[in-house]
T-cell receptor, first 116, second 109 residues
């Protein structure tokens, strides 16, 4: 199946710093990428949807200035958590889909962010 | 109202049992439906797509009822390795994927 690579898998950062998470589609062109956040024992919550070359669409309640999303190419999207706080500690997962490959989405391995 | 609603369980069943999960979605314009499986601290992986005509893959059967806006997953002859969280996923009209809360399944020896 299609492969999506997410990096880093784990990161610990200090409060107030910014963290960038990368999501790459390795063997297909991802016209659409999604970013999710998952707190312990909860389901994935969609944060934003990004289409290559255009601004991301954020879900209600997600601060676009805090969670910066860039989808500059068909194989790479980045999520930057700016001025991170401990409450931003979570599991962040990206997924990607191709407009032509298959309808379903393929997921990265996730990034566990801990803000101390 | 949530886009996708799912009974979180947990479901604890003995090996060999048959178990069924249901999920409802709110947007009648939704086009695609899936069941994903998520193991603890791992990313979700596609289990199967759900088609209007229903589809079967080995011990797993998925069905879609558009009129009632629900999706079901049936697992027959449960194995220990089936223990996981099963996520109902709906592809919304804006091309987003929305997840249910997940249903936790534990298969007991």
């Amino acid at each position: 199946g299609a492969v999506v690579s997410q990096h880093p898998s784990r990161v610990i950062c200090k409060s107030g710093t910014s963290v960038k998470i990368e999501c790459r589609s390795l063997d297909f062109q991802a016209t659409t990428m999604f970013w999710y956040r998952q707190f312990p024992k909860q389901s994935l919550m969609l944060m934003a949807t990004s289409n290559e070359g255009s601004k991301a669409t954020y879900e209600q309640g997600v601060e676009k200035d805090k969670f910066l999303i860039n989808h500059a190419s068909l194989t790479l999207s980045t999520l930057t958590v700016t001025s991170a706080h401990p409450e931003d500690s979570s599991f962040y997962i990206c997924s990607a889909r191709s407009g032509t490959l298959r309808v379903e989405a393929f997921f990265g391995q996730g990034t566990r962010l801990t803000v101390v | 109202r949530k886009e996708v609603e799912q009974d979180p369980g947990p479901f604890n069943v003995p090996e060999g049992a048959t178990v069924a999960f249901n999920c409802t979605y709110s947007n009648s314009a939704s086009q695609s439906f899936f069941w994903y499986r998520q193991d603890c601290r791992k990313e979700p992986k596609l289990l199967m797509s759900v088609y209007s005509s229903g589809n079967e893959d080995g011990r797993f059967t998925a069905q879609l009822n558009r009129a009632s806006q629900y999706i079901s997953l049936l697992i027959r002859d449960s194995k220990l390795s089936d223990s996981a969280t099963y996520l109902c996923v709906v592809n919304g009209p804006g091309n987003q994927f929305y997840f249910g809360t997940g249903t936790s399944l534990t298969v007991i020896p």
